[in-house]
């Protein structure tokens, strides 16, 4: 298990939905390919273990690979609002979700 002092980390495959057991639990809001698409690859916290340096990359198209490749174009943090946040359940006109 993972605990985190800061509301700010690199998201895990676990919370992707991608994998079981790597860390916080699957988001609600990740469903779907498309809903972990960014239009570049990006890296997530979980470690890949064919090296001691590199974690698992996601696709541009929001799939998984087990491949490990060095070209992930950047990263997605996780930002976790305190509990007493609301959060918008719909995405806004730029396709976020705000905090009200």
Known sequence: ???FVARV???STAELGLQSGTGGGRLD???SDGDRSTGADYW???PHPS?????YPVTSA???TTSFVYNANGVRPLCIPVST???SLEKDDDNCYTVQ
């Open 1 to 3: 298990t993972e605990t």
């Open 9 to 11: 980390a690199l998201i």
């Open 85 to 87: 946040a609301l959060v």
């Open 62 to 64: 929001g799939a998984f």
């Open 44 to 46: 997530t916290r979980t």
């Open 51 to 55: 090296t001691s340096s590199g974690a």
């Open 29 to 31: 809001i990740f469903n």
